[in-house]
């Protein structure tokens, strides 16, 4: 296949998966793309090596599991084009992840996968009942003309599983061996060509030096085997990482583009520029974020919240780019595109997350070559032990440690659990934005939440309504309602928003509206008396009317109109409807908390008291906040940080590891290790479950792969293993493992008390 590679360079193209940036004056960039070609850690050791030493380039990184590529490179150097063909030349191939991830390119893997192992299937069936007759007979009874005819059936039969189905096998170790490394295709390939070069002088000649056995059977079915493995494998990787892989495909390849004279016209998203006007059919993701120029529209935003209910937008109404358009045709102007984006934001933090190699995958990929070429001196051994007990028997042996011992479910053990709890939680508005952070957030003891925005909603809400004789609650709040409507301070907000719906005292319409600065609202009734809104001072309320409504510490609000005193409006910042449930769900599973803040004591007392947390530290600077935090550590305490992500960044940062709430987290928050779009504390609980759940899964996963390999490498080197049941073995081992970890993937524990045990 010739690629090319310049298309790479194209600055549309090279946008649309490369962030640039300036760094005292030297350009820097950094590129995730997919690459094509990989079966395994060895492969990814290969293509980082391949750029690592590149002029040009600063780091390369690779995850075997996902077969991202995360490239740091300065473009004043070197350029994308000559970076994949240094890639190119090593047998991979760098793709887009736009276009690696296709439809037409998965169709194609997949469709070549399943042919080669229908073509191994079917042969090791034909195989095999040819070998059959071997098996249920004694010596002599098949005649020898018969038995060399079934023999040459088999050899025949045997040549497409070794020439077209075990191709990926060949080729892959190829590529290694030609560039002096050992991957996990090398004992593989070994073993088949060692079985069939065997084999075939067998039946050419029986008498000769390889003597008289055969093993295509055994060949043919662990081809079999082995590719199903690899099959299933690669659908599971889709599965794996499909949140990020949907993620990346929402968007439409072509829109409708709203030309000046009011037709439309079909264009690629890629030819949009912010202002334009696009028409969206039903059922057609947003290309970007904008504001809705129709009457309305039914926006499904699960992409944020990880809730599918919909969601109206009225005209003015602003979406985001990624969610999709439930109802009829919809105008949008589009306000921000490609990586400016709120989901260009959300696709970054998972690319991150699905290219990182979380600590035990390192050390994983590390013991890998080495245990590889153990294996190839383990075989030769074997081969030449048994050589000098049982010569027909030497070849087999050798052929059935090259099998056993093929470390895939000890390499795809860590990673794939971890993929798969990240693509979990993706799925129900929970970014993972480190996967060593599963880890981390299994083994803490301690939560520390923020107050402001966190345990409670980032604006104010009507508590109470105290009102003179003669005046009823909901007259006093209309009133009230509509002067705060012309502004927005926080304290207006809130009252603007409780009287919405009232309709106390009729078509009162108020004139002369204004807002004094730190003081209030002020506004003229019909018949010319005046009204305000504001501060005791400013309403003219006196001390003793003030203290008759006194609420505590509560942020309060007076109303007064000709005759004095009229309304007092209590406030109180409003507690997320699930902070309690949530703090009481930690407190079942051995979770102490605490809440830091930086406001006044009695409100954090009055916050912490309601949500039932152990301890409350309050008055607290982002220097005193850091301070707490590493004291709590230094007394040995593992704890996980749940701010905002607007101004808790030194705390996010130093904490064993991290949560930002709300919106506005992925845009403004940095430092965290999850990101919670839709705002809920229950998610917290949600996600440390399910890093419990995965650390179990990571653990029964390395536990199985390495008694596998513990029982069936010396039952292969005792000649107990033939060399279809060792690939059967390493096949059914693989799947094992990856399916243990789609376990993972099935459902995002619900965060109740009732279920903190966790268990998947």
């Known amino acids: 296949m010739t690629d090319n590679f310049g298309v790479l360079d194209d600055p549309v193209e090279l946008r649309e998966f490369t962030d640039f940036s300036d760094v005292d004056g030297t350009p820097t960039a950094v590129s995730v793309l997919m690459v094509q070609g990989m079966y395994c850690a060895a492969c990814a050791d290969t293509v980082e090596s391949a750029l690592q030493h590149l002029p040009g380039v600063e780091r390369a990184h690779v995850h075997a599991a996902t077969r991202r590529l995360t490239l740091h490179w300065n473009p004043a150097l070197t350029s994308m084009s000559s970076l994949a063909r240094a890639v190119g030349d090593t047998g991979y191939r760098l793709l887009p992840i736009q276009q690696a991830l296709s439809i037409s390119e998965r169709l194609r893997e997949t469709r070549q996968a399943l042919w080669r192992l229908f073509v191994a299937g079917f042969c090791s069936m034909q195989v095999m009942m040819y070998a059959w007759p071997a098996y249920v007979t004694e010596p002599g009874e098949i005649p020898a003309d018969i038995d060399q005819l079934l023999r040459w059936a088999s050899w025949v039969l045997s040549l497409p599983v070794v020439f077209f189905a075990s191709g990926p096998f060949f080729s892959s170790a190829w590529r290694d061996l030609k560039h002096g490394r050992v991957g996990m295709d090398t004992p593989v390939s070994i073993g088949i060509l060692v079985t069939f070069i065997a084999s075939s002088g067998s039946t050419f000649d029986p008498t000769g030096p390889w003597g008289y056995e055969v093993w295509f059977d055994s060949l043919t079915m662990f081809v079999f085997f082995l590719l199903g493995g690899r099959y299933l494998e690669l659908k599971a990787r889709d599965r794996t990482a499909g949140a990020l892989d949907s993620l990346m495909n929402r968007l439409p390849e072509v829109c409708d583009l709203q030309k000046p004279d009011g037709s439309f016209e079909a264009v690629s998203i890629r030819r949009l520029a912010t202002g334009d006007v696009v028409r969206l059919q039903a059922g057609q993701a947003f290309p970007g974020d904008g504001t809705v120029l129709s009457e309305s529209a039914t926006v499904d935003e699960a992409l944020l919240t990880g809730e599918s209910r919909p969601v109206i937008r009225e005209r003015g109404g602003a979406v985001v780019a990624g969610s999709f358009n439930l109802g009829g045709p919809v105008l949008l102007r589009v306000d921000k595109l490609g990586r400016d984006t709120r989901f260009a934001q959300i696709v970054s933090l998972m690319e991150k997350a699905s290219t990182e190699k979380p600590r035990l995958a390192i050390l994983v990929d590390r013991i890998a070559a080495p245990f590889l070429v153990a294996v190839l001196v383990a075989a030769a051994f074997a081969a030449w032990y048994w050589w000098q007990i049982d010569p027909n028997k030497a070849l087999a042996v050798a052929v059935a440690v090259l099998i056993v011992t093929c470390p895939c479910a000890l390499s795809l053990a860590t990673p794939a659990a971890m993929l798969s709890s990240a693509g979990a939680l993706a799925r129900r508005g929970i970014l993972v934005r480190r996967l060593q952070a599963f880890e981390s957030l299994a083994n803490i003891n301690a939560v520390v939440f923020d107050?402001?925005?966190?345990?409670?909603?980032?604006?104010?809400?009507?508590?109470?309504?105290?009102?003179?004789?003669?005046?009823?609650?909901?007259?006093?709040?209309?009133?009230?309602?509509?002067?705060?409507?012309?502004?927005?301070?926080?304290?207006?907000?809130?009252?603007?928003?409780?009287?919405?719906?009232?309709?106390?005292?009729?078509?009162?319409?108020?004139?002369?509206?204004?807002?004094?600065?730190?003081?209030?609202?002020?506004?003229?009734?019909?018949?010319?008396?005046?009204?305000?809104?504001?501060?005791?001072?400013?309403?003219?309320?006196?001390?003793?009317?003030?203290?008759?409504?006194?609420?505590?510490?509560?942020?309060?609000?007076?109303?007064?109109?000709?005759?004095?005193?009229?309304?007092?409006?209590?406030?109180?910042?409003?507690?997320?409807?699930?902070a309690q449930a949530a703090v009481a769900a930690l407190r079942a599973m051995g979770v102490r908390t605490w809440l830091l803040s930086g406001d006044r004591d009695a409100a954090a007392q009055l916050v912490g008291q309601a949500v039932g947390v152990d301890h409350v530290i309050s008055g607290a600077s982002p220097e005193q906040k850091l301070a707490e935090v590493s004291a709590l550590q230094a007394q040995g305490i593992k704890l996980a940080m749940v701010g905002d992500g607007l101004n808790?960044?030194?705390?996010?940062?130093?904490?064993?590891?991290?949560?930002?709430?709300?919106?506005?987290?992925?845009?403004?928050?940095?430092?965290?290790?999850?990101?919670?779009?839709?705002?809920?504390?229950?998610?917290?609980v949600r996600t440390l479950q399910q890093a419990r759940c995965t650390l179990r899964i990571v653990r029964q996963n390395l536990m199985w792969a390495a008694t596998y390999n513990l029982v069936c490498v010396p039952l292969a080197l005792f000649g107990f293993m033939p060399p279809w049941l060792a690939g059967l073995g390493m096949a059914g081992s693989s799947l094992l493992v990856i399916g243990n970890a789609l376990r993972l993937a099935s459902k995002v524990p619900s965060g109740s008390s009732d279920t903190v045990s966790g268990k998947p």
Not at 459 to 476: C, E, I, K, N, P
Not at 674 to 683: L, N, P, S, T, W
């Open 648 to 684: 808790d960044g030194p705390v996010l940062a130093r904490a064993d590891t991290s949560f930002a709430l709300g919106h506005a987290a992925p845009l403004a928050q940095a430092q965290s290790d999850y990101v919670i779009q839709g705002g809920e504390v229950m998610d917290v």
């Open 451 to 578: 107050k402001t925005g966190t345990l409670t909603h980032d604006r104010l809400v009507l508590d109470d309504v105290h009102t003179r004789a003669g005046v009823s609650r909901d007259q006093a709040l209309e009133l009230a309602g509509q002067m705060a409507a012309g502004s927005l301070h926080p304290v207006s907000r809130a009252l603007a928003s409780a009287a919405v719906g009232l309709d106390a005292i009729g078509p009162e319409v108020l004139t002369d509206m204004a807002e004094l600065a730190g003081q209030g609202m002020q506004a003229l009734r019909a018949d010319g008396s005046r009204l305000r809104l504001g501060s005791a001072a400013f309403c003219g309320v006196s001390v003793s009317e003030a203290a008759a409504t006194d609420a505590g510490d509560s942020p309060r609000v007076y109303l007064s109109d000709e005759q004095g005193w009229l309304a007092t409006f209590t406030l109180q910042e409003g507690l997320r409807d699930d």
